[in-house]
């Protein structure tokens, strides 16, 4: 039972880890900290409702063209809201962000209705047996989905150029500009990706939990306490962090109160940025 | 010029019960509740440059706690405002606490997350705040045979605390308090170089602001004589947030103005009905993006007219 919890854990924990990573990865950018990033995976996740239940479109396609169109819609977030206020002071970035997160919730909601809506589950939750441990292979693919993409987010960083000039971006904004990176250019294609991975950790969720417009600002919070945990600003951290906050909350939830996990969460979370602002792993 | 304008606004004020109809009346009253709120969040955020995302926090603590001593104690309205300024003064405290090591982004999500667990603890706990249906029945304050019980009554009972906290944090802003908030807002480490103990005032502003806000919640139970959860949601802290931002942080009018404006939009555009909270997000990236310091600076900027005599002038 332990390990099914754990497992269960990880696999919402790596879509935690995913809505960091993207979190993390605008907050390298453009030092703003995206308070509307989970409203991609509710918008991801509606339009994957839409394509797959509602017109019957094969899941791959509907998969594909979902995540695509959430990208765009970060690349247009960053230009019509982000760029013009970039350097501002924290509040004033805070309000904006949240502003595209009231405005996409809301857009959903009379679009889509403020109903939560279910999800069918694609990856199977029939439970599997293996050695006395039952298996959900929804979580197994979902694991291994988050993997690929990590693995493959890793090659893209290291291995390509438009990777090495992203991360150079993140680094010094000023001195990119000078070796004539188009800073402004790097900082919309980073809004994309990092919209492209909240899209994907939303297609995730969606038959975890449901599809609801107000799924958003909760899926950020806990993004944040794992990117905090992990130490913020650090892409593999924010991926752990995201998913030791799915274990904890898996944990809490079936050892103390699923009602009060949340509560627990955001204690933690208050905790844990009073005590150890720097996270809880040591950096070099 | 300035004093016999605020006179007549003062006037205008005292004399609306008498010749404004019921809903409107009601409207002011709320606005007159949310100005509390708005003044409130300004000592905190616009004095002592402290986010806080979280305020609705205190106007729930406020709420519940002169509504549960009214409802299962009996105890009279005139000790419950009292009480909730002081439980939501101590909550203050608790969140004041976390603002020594945290800032800017990490306060502001230290915050959310304790509005957030406020909202789920009061849905929660069931036994003492009646979970999501909330409580009914909250009496109507009384004095010496006289009960505030019509909308005309409250006004005035509203007004004077909404003036309270005006003209109480005008003067604050003016103290040796205000100075020391200003000069923690501007520079912090300046401030400790030069003697002033940010520690203490950063708490301290956590804790006056929120007294006001638990004054403002204890008002609210009271007035409209039913709570639940759902009043006191994150929706509502974004709303008072943005109320001292369109002000202009730091302007106590502004904050009144704030208040007045963002809680009387959604009437005015009633046409817009669910497309409203949509338009509102769009506004909000608008206002940060055109006119970022807030409505009042920025008409304060507008040359009314002063253009012309400036030509003579010059």
Redesign the interface.
Known sequence: MFIQQIIAGVAMGGIYGLVALGFTLIWNAAAV?NFAQGEFCMISGFLILTFFVNWGWPFPMAFLISILLSGVLGVIVER??IR??RG?D???A???T???????S??A??VWGTHPFHFPSVFGDKPMQMAKITLIPQNLWIIGIISALVISLYFFFFGTLTGKVMRAVAQDRQTASLMGISVNRMIGMIFGLSAIMGGLAGILLAPIIYVAADIG?PLV?KA?MGA?IGGFGSLPGALIGGVVIGISENLSAFYISS??K??IS??V??AI???K?AGLFLRK | MKKSCGLVIFLILLSFPLWVPHYPLHLACMVGIFVILAVSLNIVVGFAGQISLGHAAFFAVGAYTSTLLAVKWGIPFWFGIFAAGIVSLAFGILLGIPTLRVRDIYLSVVTICFGLMVQLALVNLESITGGARGIYGIPRPAIAGFSFSTPQSFYYLILFFALLTIFSSLRLLRSRFGRAFLSIRENELAAETVGIRTTYYKILAFAVSSFYAGLAGSLYAHYVSYINPDAFTFGISIDVLVMIVIGGLGNVWGSVIGAIVIFLLPEYLRFMQQYYRAVFGIGLIFMMVFMRSGIVSTLQKIPWGRSSSSRVGG
């Open positions: 900290v019509l809201a013009p206020i501002a924290p509040l004033t805070i309000i904006t949240l502003g595209v997160s009231i405005f996409l809301n857009s909601k009379f600002l919070l944040f905090v009602d009060y949340d509560v955001f204690a979370l208050i940025l009073i005590f602002p």
